[in-house]
Structure formats: structure tokens, C-alpha cells
């Protein structure tokens, strides 16, 4: 290598860490701001019992008053409450039981991955959640799996001061609904 060559090298590595350092000085502002908005994602799921029944788009109150909306017309797949969360978590969600029909393993419960996005700004807290679900059906000849997709849902700001349960997704097929919330840490 010539001099030439090692000095063209050496001001393209110093061009490399200075645009690396600029875009970390951008960077920083939004990465402080989201470090302090921490926070738990809960999210329920249930299966219609009663096939005329409609799930409403949001639903407010406790988790008390959330069973007590869906009572007897819906049963509970899973609820959770997460550890706190940071911006670009993956929540990962299992629930499911294996077991040997004629011969055969098989599967049937709810799994699920989410992606958790802090989307505030200077004036509001919001929160968004993206996603896929495996419905898995124990069948004798093995697992059916039923592939469900969250697109990207916003859900309510923390400040309202009280749970706001967003429907992220309804497969109105299996009669399967998800809904997402979140609380401050």
C-alpha cells in the first residue's frame, strides 16, 4: 500500500467516525426521552363462546371490568402483564399443551411474538405493538396451525388515568380476539 493509499484510507476512516459521532448527537435527545418512558404492556386474549357475540374496539376499566364485559359470552385465552419495557422490546407470549394422539404429536394452545414501539413525543406517551400469533389446533394426525398477523396498533396514551384496552386484532373465523393496554411502570 503507498502512502497515498494510507492517507486516502485514514481520512475516509476519520469521514466514517465523524458522520458516526454526528448521527449520535442526533440520536441522543431521542434515546434520553424514551429511556424515561418505561413502561408494562398487558394484553388478553379470548375466544368467543357465544357466536353472535360482537368484541367492542376499546374497553375501558380494570382488568375486572374487562372480564366482566366479555363474561359468559367469551372465555379467557391468556392475560399478561409484562416486566417494563423499553422501545424495541419483543414480548414473547406461550400457551399451549402437548400431547400424543393415535400415534401422533400434537399441539394446540395460542403463541405469540410483539414488537413494542415507543412512539411519544414532547406533548403525549403512545405506544404501538406489531406482531404474529400461531393458533395451534391438536388434531389426531398432528398440529393445524392457523397463522395470525398483528399489523402495527396504537395503543391509549398512559396519561388517561385509567386502562384503555385497544382491540389489536379479531380473526372473527376462529372467534379469537386480542387486546393491548399499557400502564407506567
Wanted: with cysteine; proline share 2%; glycine share 6%.
Amino acid at each position: 500500500m503507498t502512502i497515498d493509499e494510507r492517507e486516502a484510507e485514514m481520512k475516509l476512516r476519520l469521514l466514517k467516525t465523524l458522520i458516526a459521532l454526528w448521527v449520535a448527537s442526533i440520536m441522543m435527545p431521542v434515546i434520553s426521552a424514551e429511556a424515561d418512558e418505561l413502561v408494562r404492556l398487558n394484553i388478553a386474549a379470548f375466544e368467543k363462546r357465544d357466536p353472535n357475540y360482537e368484541f367492542d374496539s376499546i374497553i375501558t376499566g380494570t382488568y375486572a371490568q374487562l372480564f366482566e364485559q366479555v363474561q359468559g359470552k367469551a372465555d379467557v385465552i391468556f392475560l399478561n402483564r409484562t416486566p417494563v419495557l423499553k422501545n424495541g422490546d419483543v414480548v414473547n407470549l406461550q400457551l399451549d399443551a402437548l400431547r400424543m394422539a393415535q400415534g401422533n404429536l400434537s399441539n394446540g394452545g395460542l403463541n405469540c411474538q410483539f414488537g413494542f414501539t415507543n412512539e411519544s413525543d414532547e406533548d403525549s406517551q403512545f405506544y404501538s405493538i406489531a406482531g404474529m400469533c400461531n393458533i395451534m389446533y391438536a388434531e389426531d394426525e398432528g398440529t393445524r396451525k392457523v397463522r395470525l398477523i398483528i399489523k402495527r396498533s396504537m395503543l391509549s396514551d398512559v396519561n388517561y388515568g385509567m386502562n384503555v384496552w385497544m382491540k389489536v386484532y379479531e380473526d372473527k373465523t376462529a372467534g379469537v380476539v386480542i387486546y393491548g393496554d399499557v400502564d407506567p411502570k
